[in-house]
């Protein structure tokens, strides 16, 4: 064994070399070379801190990283990215708000430095010392090969002024949604959030008057889990325009970034949720008859509809909210939605400055009219006396 092998720093160029070229049987290549060194351990720590490090240069936040990791490495993977994330993130000079609230929201602890996070994995967690290894290289691997993402910073916090009793109150009626069995019963309770939460919004907005809007608006990514993650991406964009955000997909990752005010976004996140739940159950009811050589493409056609008409539909609540709320509230309603649409606009532009559209087709008649019924089963418009918080 070479000087080198007792290298942390070589240790970890060469391990990162390795999973760089998409190199096979990574762990026995360094157990070969390095054997059971101490290096090998300290500096496969290293290589994992530096790639961490990277990407949160490349504006990923611990969520973010949690959610690609969820999806495209083997189960367990999560939790020790976890580790690397907080360990990378103590060994930083000065920890954001945004990565702070992030990692305590995954529950990450500090992990101990006496030894590095390979071995604690081992001895801490009881994972064998060569799929421990393994875990290392694959995290690294997929690290360094994610993109770069518009920084999103503190923006991207759950929003503040949002009131707490509105919004318990809406997650109820989302909670009795996702319950229920029967879907008028579940179009009703989220058209009741949905304009809850839209009185709500258009209140605040009053209050902060246009000359309060802030120079950039708030920014949130959602995650999708496949199937289907571009027609469920749809149904983010549809709950968007109805709540006065725009929403940017980026479908290599299934992962939509919705822009607008901290109260909106609020919504958004809430009612999308909800509604992906009920989607996902309404089309195993209305597939049970479907072939199964057609599944794929009714599923997907469901999900296209189902998205379209709920947007239609809570854009309906959305304008009558609007209608209320400035009989109620006046007419400088309007100068203050003016504004804040101006700082979505200007903001998306900021973030994403080559945005293009995309097209969806739909090959399945029977699914689309599936899809369609299912999202047209109750009024989105309930009376504004059932909506007052209990």
């Not at 049970?288 to 609540?317: D, K, N, Q, W």
């Not at 945005?355 to 699914?367: D, E, I, P």
Request: include cysteine; proline fraction near 6%.
């Amino acid at each position: 064994m070479d000087a080198s092998a007792e290298d942390p720093a070589e240790v970890a160029r060469f391990l990162t070399g390795l999973v760089a070229a998409g190199a096979e049987h990574v762990v026995p290549v360094l157990r070969r070379r390095y054997g059971t060194a101490r290096a090998l351990g300290a500096g496969a720590d290293l290589a994992l801190l530096d790639a961490a490090d990277a990407v949160h240069a490349r504006g990923w936040g611990p969520r973010d990283v949690t959610e690609v990791v969820r999806r495209r490495l083997p189960a367990g993977r999560v939790v020790l990215a976890v580790d690397v994330l907080g360990a990378a993130a103590a060994r930083r000079p000065r920890g954001d708000a945004a990565t702070e609230a992030d990692l305590a929201g995954l529950g990450a602890a500090r992990p101990s430095r006496d030894a590095p996070l390979v071995e604690q994995w081992s001895t801490v967690r009881g994972v064998d010392p060569d799929d421990a290894l393994r875990a290392a290289a694959d995290l690294v691997g997929l690290l360094r090969t994610l993109p770069t993402l518009p920084r999103l910073g503190d923006d991207a916090r759950p929003p503040e002024g949002v009131d707490a009793r509105v919004l318990a109150r809406v997650r109820a009626l989302l909670a009795k949604a996702e319950s229920t069995d029967y879907p008028e019963e579940a179009e009703a309770l989220s058209a009741k959030a949905q304009e809850l939460m839209g009185r709500h919004a258009l209140e605040q907005a009053v209050v902060a008057g246009p000359g309060d809007a802030t120079p950039r608006a708030a920014a949130r990514r959602l995650w999708l889990d496949p199937p289907y993650a571009s027609a469920k991406s749809n149904l983010v964009h549809q709950v968007a325009a109805a709540n006065r955000c725009r929403a940017v997909s980026l479908a290599a990752l299934d992962m939509v970034t919705v822009v607008g005010h901290a109260t909106d976004l609020a919504t958004v996140e809430l009612l999308v949720t909800s509604l992906l739940v009920q989607a996902g159950r309404a089309m195993l009811v209305s597939d049970g008859a479907v072939p199964r050589s057609r599944t794929r493409s009714f599923r997907h056609a469901f999900l296209l509809a189902y998205a379209t008409r709920i947007g239609e539909r809570l854009t309906a609540a959305s304008h009558e909210a609007q209608a209320h709320a400035r009989a109620e509230l006046g007419e400088g309603l309007l100068p203050v939605l003016a504004a804040r649409t101006e700082v979505v606009e200007r903001t998306v532009g900021e973030l994403f400055p080559r945005v293009t559209r995309r097209r969806f087709s739909v090959g399945n008649g029977a699914g689309w009219a599936a899809g369609r019924a299912a999202a047209d089963t109750a009024s989105l418009t309930p009376g504004r006396d059932a909506l007052a918080p209990g």
